[in-house]
């Protein structure tokens, strides 16, 4: 077996395992499993489009990669179908070896890497350049912080 053909067969068990959670407390819920490209939804696909909720719906939307699409792409989802619970999927931007592949995180606080430039062989992000301050609301210290989680 490759390793691709491994890392699938284990995020398929890690969505079984959400499956059974999703099923035990989500009773009529409008579910959406959200990503940035296909590739990062495909073992989810697998595994729920073949399963059945009790009066539950549950969906799938690729947004296209970045901020600006995914705002605009989730921002629409919310007005039109007024989602009860959105799971994102995916790589999430991370540039860390500290998840093993096909982990669920919870995000404790959000920093924009990307936004920013190089001035001098010197990475200035839009803190460091005066663009934003860094308790500008919805920062804090430069950092979105989850508010939801203790």
Request: aromatic share 8%; charged share 15%; glycine share 6%.
């Amino acid at each position: 077996m490759s390793t691709s053909h491994l890392q699938q067969l284990i995020l398929q068990i890690e969505f079984l395992k959400t499956i059974a959670v999703i099923k035990a407390t989500t009773l009529g819920m409008n579910i959406w499993i959200i990503a940035a490209t296909d590739f990062e939804v495909q073992a989810a696909k697998k595994v729920l489009l073949n399963e059945t909720f009790e009066n539950c719906s549950v969906h799938f939307l690729t947004t296209g990669v970045g901020m600006l699409l995914s705002a605009v792409k989730l921002t629409q989802l919310c007005l039109e179908q007024k989602p009860d619970l959105l799971l994102q999927a995916g790589v999430a931007g991370s540039f860390t070896n500290n998840f093993p592949l096909n982990s669920l995180t919870i995000v404790q606080q959000e920093a924009f890497g990307d936004l920013g430039v190089v001035e001098d062989t010197v990475w200035k992000d839009l803190f460091d350049l005066k663009l934003l301050s860094k308790n500008e609301v919805p920062f804090k210290d430069g950092f979105i912080i989850n508010q939801h989680i203790a």
